[in-house]
């Protein structure tokens, strides 16, 4: 597959520690005391027990990473979880983590060379790579209680970046991605944010399917610029974020929807994971 080209810039890696231990708390919050069999919709088959031991096992298997800066693909995920033998311990298990994942973040140089299964291969990429799985599994916890779910504007413009610049690289674990192919279509993802949220107003990412794979264009520059866009989906970068997690669909009033939506129909379904 293509090279891919972010259309921004990942933020401060102190930004990331710090947002991972709000959204790790946030989501241990909102686990605790739940039912631990209750059903989490935007997971099928996961009850809140599940999507709890998923989180608070990546973090330490991201930790794990970090702290050994492995420089090949790890051939086992096993490392010692600790994991409470009842199930309504897990919200204090994660909870009780944060520390230590702040410690290895804090200890760790963002710019040191590491294997990693994105785009960029240093440390800096579990950070962020980090946020997003916890940020996304918060959203499905609040919505699995029923409670209202926010995200940070800025911080969902820079999961859309990342989500997209990492796309092509997951067919490990996505296969499906591996057979998105196209004639050169291009899909706008536009942020429906004002510059006083962001930081930048309108910001866009441009997604083009070529027949050899798909790649997440530059932001500014490129023979695809002058040619219009197949489809264009236009929101607010918390709901984009959403749609591209799979936790929203583009047909929702919150988007903004124009050209041909059978590209949009083949590209989420190939992307979803």
Known sequence: MATTTGAGHPLPYDTY?????????????TV????????????????????TQH??????????????????PPRSREVDLGLPGDVRDYADWVAAGVPEVSAVLRATDPHAAMWAWGEDQ??????????????????????????????????AADGVDEFLANLPHAGLFAPGVTELHGDGETIAFRSADSGEETG????EW???????????????????????DSVTVHG???????????RRSYQEPVFDVSGEVAVLDRWFSHTAF
Do not use: N
């Open 200 to 203: 930048k107003a309108g910001e």
């Open 55 to 72: 989180v608070g096992a990546l973090q330490r298997w991201f930790c794990a990473l970090l702290s050994r800066r492995v420089q090949e």
């Open 17 to 29: 520690r710090e947002a991972i231990e709000r959204e790790t708390r946030r989501f241990a919050e």
């Open 236 to 246: 607010r970068a918390a709901d984009l974020l959403l749609l591209l997690y799979g």
């Open 32 to 51: 605790s005391g739940a039912d631990p069999a209750g059903t989490v919709p935007c997971c099928p088959g996961w009850t809140l027990a599940d999507l």
């Open 122 to 155: 240093h440390a800096r990429f579990w950070a962020r790579r980090m946020l997003f799985e916890t940020l996304v599994h918060r959203v499905d916890a609040e919505r699995a209680v029923g409670r209202e779910t926010d995200v940070d504007p800025v911080l």
């Open 206 to 228: 441009r997604v083009r399917l070529d027949r050899d794979g798909f790649r997440l264009l530059p932001h500014t520059g490129g023979d695809a610029a002058s040619r219009p």
